[in-house]
């Protein structure tokens, strides 16, 4: 029998990203197909009430949240603490997140701190005989491999688009605080601001005469095998 956790990062509105309710569903989706699967879903952020009230589908589900100002923002340190307590909390054998940039930066560090097993990219989930198994791509995308583990717990980060999103419906779910001390030697990594071009900024030119599109492969010194800026500048 599985005990099946979703790992979601509450955005700072307060509400749960695109590709967090696309994980949701894929959690719903996998339990249902295995039978005796337990279910938890584990909430990480500044204010996460207001997603936990959204999630009336999972009633069943066990409702485990981190919150408090040092995880507002994004940060290996903070975050695989609070996706470890969560995790232990719930004893999960499988556990489910999105494959957000957050989610990649610390939810791998999460498997090696329990001794686990995790496979990024994840493209579809199923079950078959009762067992899960993942797929996802490899050889850009020429192979497609079908894996299953017995190393436990099973830490899978599943792309955008795999799973038809779970649907929000308010509820009063029971919900378990997690506390999580997060030591100064976490906190050295501090984010100060985001910077992000205006909306309506121009990058590409439809119009220009020529559009050059390079790899770095293409722009190498046969001599020692490197790329320098020099070289793209002798280009103009």
Sequence with gaps: MESILCLIH???????????????????????KL??????????????????????????????????????????GSDVLAAEAIAKASKATVIIAPATARCQ???PGLAAKLSGRVD????????????????????????MANMSRKERPWVLLVESGI????????????????SVDVPANCKRTEV??????????QTIRPDADMLLSLGRDGLKNKATDKFTPKMLRNLF
């Design 10 to 32: 509450v955005q700072e509105d307060g509400q749960i990203a695109k590709s967090g309710w696309e994980a949701l569903g894929a959690l719903s989706d996998v339990s249902g």
């Design 35 to 76: 039978g005796g699967s337990s279910v938890s879903v584990g909430l990480i952020g500044s204010a996460v009430q207001a997603a936990a009230k959204q999630l009336g589908a999972l009633a069943q589900a066990k409702m485990l949240t981190v919150e408090g100002a040092d995880f507002k923002d994004a940060r290996y």
């Design 105 to 107: 930066k610390s939810v």
């Design 120 to 143: 990024t990219r994840i493209s579809a989930l199923s079950v078959e005989g009762g067992k899960l198994t993942a797929s996802r791509w490899f050889y850009r995308q020429r192979m």
């Design 163 to 178: 799973a038809k999103p779970l649907e929000a419906k308010e509820g009063s779910p029971l919900t378990e605080a997690v």
């Design 192 to 201: 100060v601001g985001i910077e992000a071009p205006p909306a309506d900024q």
